[in-house]
């Protein structure tokens, strides 16, 4: 069995690369998941050596290849003309650490802010620029171009994917974000589908009335929004009852398996894998994803389990198993506001090893305490 940590470049940079790499073999974790493309932040960083928190903006921590069309990642400003990755890269190679590329697809609001052409477009015409539209093909080739030069650029043992899809709704959160009407699940997942010209055409292609759709999604978000609707609708039945909606989902879907065979294509030197549950593992259509269908394109997925105890967290495991046909991976978040003590943690990583968990990851090197690092070590003394 093997573990892992996320990481964020600053974190190991300002440790010391060889430095982190030694505490993290001592904690028995083999593997970093480094932050090589991410959404904008700010983290809280308890045991840093040069500070206590870090801003950035939607970056890339490496400086990119000519490989890019219409959209291409932006380095973090704060990196200049350096190449983190390149430098963390080189200082792993001569320990007993793996690296993995942790890579954020969809979710740049840097550049859906300048760019809001590629970003999903909501039923009301709005630009939700927290998230780029997997439908547009000028994103679907900044997708492919990002994969074929992480994996050329680094020795990557895996290349894991987090928002290659549609975003969730809402989002997960904007910089001072207002919602003071009660959407529910629902009305915040329509809020969210997107209705780009390349979404409504994929949509038209298959008979689906786009304008009918997005009609029926429109009064329904201002009918919950009013209290004329309860927010607190079943979802499934919902659908059912609306059908051509869930025709006009079932295109995404579609969408999104096709791009994944690409992506698989692009990716020579290392795993491909996808993070899957952030909404709970079985709302994962609410992205556009049948995971049953990727099993062909990844290696493996890894279900993010943030969850308070071991039967919550194994319960997590064994649904995603019903729902793919891949070796299933653990993220675990050893702190708040999910875990508070020691035991819990030994707890929970007893339970993924007694249930063949393949690969546990932990969230994340620089926001947990040091005590925390230090749970994760003892619960995994008897593991090594």
């Keep these: 069995m093997t573990f892992a940590t996320w990481a964020y470049p600053w974190d190991l940079l300002d440790t010391g690369v060889e430095s982190v790499a030694e505490q993290l073999l001592d904690l028995g974790i083999t593997e970093i998941n480094l932050a090589t493309n991410y959404h904008t932040v700010q983290t809280y960083l308890p045991h840093n050596p040069e500070r206590r928190t870090f801003f950035a903006r939607s970056s890339s921590y490496f400086q990119p290849g000519e ?17 983190w990755l390149a430098v963390i890269d080189r200082e792993l190679a001569d320990t ?10 969809c979710h740049n609001s840097r550049l859906g802010m300048s760019r809001p052409e590629y970003a999903l477009r909501n039923a009301f015409g709005d630009p939700l620029v927290f998230g780029l539209c997997p439908s ?10 990002l994969l074929a030069d992480l994996d050329d650029r680094a020795a990557f043992e895996r290349i894991e994917l987090e928002t290659f899809n549609y975003f969730y709704g809402t989002g997960y959160g904007w910089h001072h974000d207002k919602f003071h009407a009660r959407l529910g ?7 969210g589908v997107c209705f780009c010209d390349d ?35 079943d979802v499934g039945g919902w659908f ?6 869930g025709a006009y989902i079932d295109v995404r879907i579609n969408t999104l398996t096709d791009l994944y065979r690409r992506l698989a294509a692009v990716v020579e030197d290392a795993e491909l894998g996808a993070y899957v549950g952030m909404k709970g593992v079985e709302n994962s259509w609410m992205h556009g994803l049948d995971l049953r269908a990727l099993s062909d394109s990844l290696d493996y997925v890894t279900v993010m389990a943030y969850r308070e105890t071991r039967e919550e967290t194994v319960d997590c495991l064994q649904l995603t198993r019903e729902l793919v046909d891949l070796p299933v991976h653990v993220g675990v978040l050893p702190a708040h506001p999910y875990v508070h003590d020691e035991a819990t943690v ?7 090893v007694e249930n063949d968990t ?9 926001l947990l305490p040091e005590r925390n690092l230090d749970w994760i070590g003892s619960s995994l003394a008897t593991h090594r």
Excluded: K
């Design 67 to 83: 490989m890019y069309g219409d959209l291409e990642p932006v380095p973090n400003e704060r990196m200049g003309d350096d190449d």
């Design 96 to 105: 007993e650490v793996s690296l993995n590329s942790w890579t954020v697809g």
């Design 185 to 191: 699940a629902l009305g915040e997942f329509l809020f």
């Design 346 to 352: 030994g707890d929970i990583v007893d339970g993924l």
């Design 358 to 366: 393949d690969r546990v990851s932990f969230y994340n090197y620089g």
């Design 136 to 145: 547009r093909s000028a994103v679907q080739e900044y997708l492919l171009a």
């Design 240 to 245: 059912r009852e609306h059908p051509e909606v």
């Design 199 to 233: 979404c409504r055409a994929n949509a038209r292609q298959t008979g689906v009335d786009a304008d009918a759709v997005a009609e029926t999604v429109r009064s329904t978000v201002d009918a919950i929004s009013a209290g004329e609707f309860p927010h607190d609708v």
